[in-house]
C-alpha cells in the first residue's frame, strides 16, 4: 500500500476520532469548512449570497450543507449526500437504574439497526449534547466523556453454554451497560455538567449517546485494512467532503458544487434534519433566488451523488453477495443498484458517474444484492421525493457493517476523494430527455 493511501486513512480514522455522535461530526465538518473560509448562514435570516462566495448552513447540529458560488458557473448543481449518523445506544431521560444495591447501569435503547454484539466487552463512554438554561436563554452545547466510562458485560460461556451456537440479544435485557457502584449513583449528571461547563440545575434536557472509544487502526500484511467505530457513514461524509473542498481550491467549478450530510439515515431519514426533509430543497431554492433561476430549470442539467458505503464480499461468507456483483475492498468506488429502487441509480446515472470516474483514473465497481436476499436502503431515493434529479448510489466496500468497528481497504478513501474532485468540476447539460452533455 501506498505512503499516501496510509496518510489519507490515518486522517479519515483522526476524523472519526471527533465525531463520536451526528452533533460531533458536524461540528468537526464546520471547523473544516470555517478553516476554508467558508461563511456559516443561519436558517432564521435572509441570506446574501454573492458570486465567488462559499457558504454553508446547518440544522438540529446534526446536518449541514455547504456551497460556493463560483463566478460564471452554470446555473445548476453538482451534489453529494452522505449521513452523519450511524447505529447505536441512545441513554434514556431517566437513565441510571440501581441492581442488587451494590450496581448502576444505564437505561438505554436502539438507534438504528446494530450488530449488538459487537458493543459487549469493549471500552465505551458517552457523548451528545446537552440542553442548558441560563436566565431566559436555551442553547445546546456538546459534550463527550474522554474516558472509558461504561461497558456492557458478557455472559460468562459457564453460564450459557450454547452463546456460540447463536444467541438473540434482549436489547431490555442484555445491552445495558455498567456504571457504576451503588455508592456513585446519582453521579453521570455531575460528570456531564462538569464537561458542559455548567451547573447540573441548568441541564433541562439532553440527547446522549454510546460511542466505541476502541481507537482506529491500520493493520495487514501491507497495512491493506483499517478498522474504526463508524466507518459507515464517515468515510463517505470526509471523502466528498475533501473533494468538496479540493476543487473549490483549485477553481475548476463549472456548476454549483453542493455538500450534504444529513442525520438519522439510519432510522428512516424522517426528521426534521433527514433526507426526507425540506432542508436540501429550502437550501437550493434560496441559491435559485439569489441566481434569479427557478429551481425546476436547474434541476434537469443538475446531479446527485448518494454516498453511503456498500458490503464487501466477505472472505468467509462468499455465498452471501451476488456472484457478479460483489465489490471488494481496496478496488475503487462501488456504484450500487436496485431493482425496487432502494438505491435510485439507472442506467443513465450509472454510466454518467462512471464516465466522471473514468476521467479521474478512479477504478469501479458493482454491487446488486442477491436477488433472493432484502438489502438496505440509503438516502438517495429518499431525498428524491423533494429534490428530483439524476442521482446515483455509490459507496466504497467495507466488512462488518453496522458493527462498532467496521473494516475497510486502505486505498479506497483516497479513490473517493478523487472521484468526487473531479465530479464537482464536472457540468452536465440536459440536451432533452434522456440525453447529456458532460464537460
Not at 436563554?137 to 466523556?145: D, N
Not at 466504497?396 to 481497504?409: I, K, N, P, V, W
Request: glycine content about 8%; some cysteine.
Amino acid at each position: 500500500m501506498t505512503n499516501e493511501n496510509i496518510s489519507v486513512t490515518k486522517e479519515l480514522i483522526s476524523f472519526i476520532e471527533k465525531c463520536p455522535t451526528a452533533f460531533h461530526a458536524v461540528g468537526e465538518i464546520a471547523n473544516i469548512l470555517k478553516s476554508e473560509g467558508f461563511t456559516l448562514l443561519s436558517e432564521g435570516s435572509e441570506w446574501d449570497l454573492q458570486a465567488g462566495g462559499k457558504y454553508y448552513v446547518t440544522r438540529n447540529m446534526s446536518s449541514v450543507i455547504a456551497f460556493a458560488i463560483p463566478d460564471g458557473a452554470e446555473k445548476s448543481f453538482m451534489i453529494t449526500a452522505s449521513h452523519t449518523d450511524s447505529p447505536t445506544y441512545k441513554l434514556k431521560t431517566e437513565t441510571e437504574t440501581e441492581v442488587f444495591g451494590k450496581y448502576v447501569k444505564l437505561n438505554v435503547e436502539n438507534y438504528g439497526g446494530m450488530i449488538a454484539s459487537s458493543w459487549l466487552d469493549r471500552p465505551l463512554s458517552i457523548a451528545g449534547r446537552v440542553i442548558v438554561k441560563d436566565g431566559d436563554t436555551v442553547s445546546a452545547r456538546l459534550v463527550k466523556i474522554d474516558r472509558d466510562l461504561v461497558l456492557i458485560p458478557n455472559v460468562a460461556i459457564h453460564q450459557n453454554r450454547t452463546i456460540n451456537n447463536g444467541f438473540a440479544y434482549n436489547a431490555a435485557v442484555d445491552m445495558m451497560p455498567l456504571f457504576a457502584t451503588s455508592a456513585n449513583k446519582g453521579s453521570l449528571k455531575k460528570i456531564i455538567a462538569e464537561e458542559a461547563g455548567c451547573s447540573e440545575e441548568s441541564i433541562m434536557n439532553s440527547d446522549l449517546y454510546l460511542y466505541n472509544r476502541t481507537p482506529g487502526s491500520v493493520w495487514g500484511a501491507d497495512s491493506d485494512f483499517f478498522s474504526s467505530p463508524k466507518i459507515d457513514n464517515l468515510q463517505c461524509a470526509y471523502s466528498t467532503l475533501m473533494g468538496f473542498t479540493q476543487a473549490i481550491n483549485a477553481g475548476g467549478c463549472k456548476a454549483i458544487p453542493v455538500y450534504s450530510s444529513f442525520d438519522n439515515e439510519e432510522t428512516g431519514s424522517s426528521t426534521k434534519q433527514g433526507a426526507a426533509s425540506q432542508f436540501l430543497f429550502d437550501t437550493l431554492t434560496r441559491i435559485c433566488d439569489s441566481l434569479e433561476v427557478t429551481l425546476r430549470s436547474a434541476l434537469p442539467s443538475s446531479f446527485m451523488v448518494s454516498a453511503d458505503n456498500g458490503h464487501a464480499k466477505h472472505p468467509n461468507h462468499p455465498e452471501l453477495s451476488d456472484g457478479a456483483n460483489a465489490p471488494h475492498m481496496n478496488a475503487g468506488v462501488v456504484i450500487k443498484s436496485n431493482a425496487a429502487q432502494k438505491y435510485t441509480t439507472d442506467g443513465i446515472s450509472a454510466a454518467i458517474f462512471g464516465e466522471i470516474c473514468s476521467r479521474a483514473g478512479v477504478p469501479t465497481q458493482l454491487f446488486a444484492n442477491r436477488s433472493d436476499m432484502a438489502g438496505g436502503s440509503t438516502l438517495g431515493s429518499i431525498s428524491n421525493t423533494n429534490v428530483a434529479l439524476n442521482t446515483v448510489d455509490i459507496g466504497l466496500a467495507q466488512l462488518a457493517m453496522h458493527s462498532s468497528y467496521e473494516t475497510g481497504g486502505t486505498a479506497d478513501t483516497a479513490y473517493m476523494i478523487a472521484a468526487i474532485t473531479e465530479f464537482y468540476k464536472t457540468a452536465i447539460k440536459c440536451e432533452g430527455d434522456g440525453a447529456y452533455k458532460i464537460w
